[in-house]
């Protein structure tokens, strides 16, 4: 899959977990992957729902299984495809959660800007919002990608693809400042390529920007529903509600297909009618 397809580095470890996974449950009865037919996969999947794993996941799983064992025949290891035959469990399409403008002030105010790392996470939360990175994208940005001068930058996506995203006049401000002031106070002596460094010169991992994150929402008393993905789906919306076309938001959010991104329009259609349910006399 990472030869052929060019897939992401994150979605390659979800599928080899999967497989993983699917391994230990097939060894708990006896059996190799190579040696499951469609009822060992059925009573995996009916556990699984058992558990209380959502579709969505279990949907996925199945799909690991199905490329697994379809690269087996194809390779001629196996003469059938115990999974070939079972449905994919149905996936809803939630409307992605948001946050109001007023709510994203709060949150960019939140970082304190007497400590250099609170610098740098209102960098990150500013290039975030304005752009609409996806957080592996965000804490892999390195100085070479940025282009200030023409205020945009370099983003490499999934599947390796290349687009450039503009920054804004903001975002680009907060950049200039950081990379003059509190980065060089974060690295001291250290010399690093990423443009948000750890103390140790490093990249941030996702799972120390979400703790950042989560810190500096209760900061600004947003608790419920906020991941790094929240901000994403705040640029998309806002974009919108302003009357962006939805091919622009499409190719600054890097999706490949046109009906990944039609779900933020739902997400404006319901505060629109939100809005109109709160003020109209009549609704």
């Known amino acids: 899959m990472w030869s052929e397809q ?11 977990s999967d497989l993983r996974l699917l391994e230990r449950w097939l060894g708990r009865r006896g059996k ?3 040696e499951a037919g469609k009822p060992d996969l059925l009573a995996f999947i009916g556990e699984r729902t058992a558990e209380g794993v959502n579709a969505r996941t279990l949907a996925r799983q199945l799909s690991t299984a199905r490329r697994f064992y379809g690269y087996l025949v194809r390779e001629g290891l196996m003469d059938r495809d115990p999974s070939a035959q079972i449905a994919t469990p ?6 992605p959660h948001s946050l109001t403008e007023n709510e994203v002030e709060d949150l960019l105010a ?3 800007l007497s400590d250099p790392l609170g ?3 209102r960098c990150m939360l500013e290039v975030l919002y304005a752009t609409g990175l996806r957080v592996s994208e965000l804490i892999g940005l390195t100085v070479s990608q940025m282009n200030l001068a023409n205020g945009v930058l370099r983003v490499e996506g999934k599947g390796s693809k290349e687009r450039l995203v503009p920054l804004g006049d903001e975002a680009a401000d907060w950049v200039r400042k950081f990379l003059d002031g ?3 106070e974060i690295l001291g002596e250290r010399v690093s390529d990423a443009l948000f460094p750890t103390r140790r010169g490093a990249a941030m991992t996702r799972q120390a920007f979400w703790q950042r994150l989560r810190k500096h929402g209760a900061a600004a008393g947003i608790t419920e529903g906020l991941t790094p993905h929240t901000l994403r789906h705040a640029f998309a919306t806002h974009l919108l509600d302003h009357g962006a076309d939805l091919r622009v938001v499409q190719l600054l959010l890097g999706h490949s297909s046109l009906s990944t991104t039609q779900i933020y ?3 404006a259609r319901k505060r629109l009618r939100d809005l109109h349910r709160r003020h109209h006399p009549r609704a």
């Open 6 to 16: 060019g897939l992401a580095r994150n979605t390659l470890a979800a599928y080899g």
């Open 90 to 95: 149905r996936v809803g399409r939630p409307l």
């Open 119 to 121: 610098v740098r996470d």
């Open 110 to 112: 939140a970082p304190s």
């Open 32 to 34: 190799e992957l190579t």
């Open 265 to 267: 329009t739902q997400v």
């Open 182 to 184: 509190a980065r060089r």
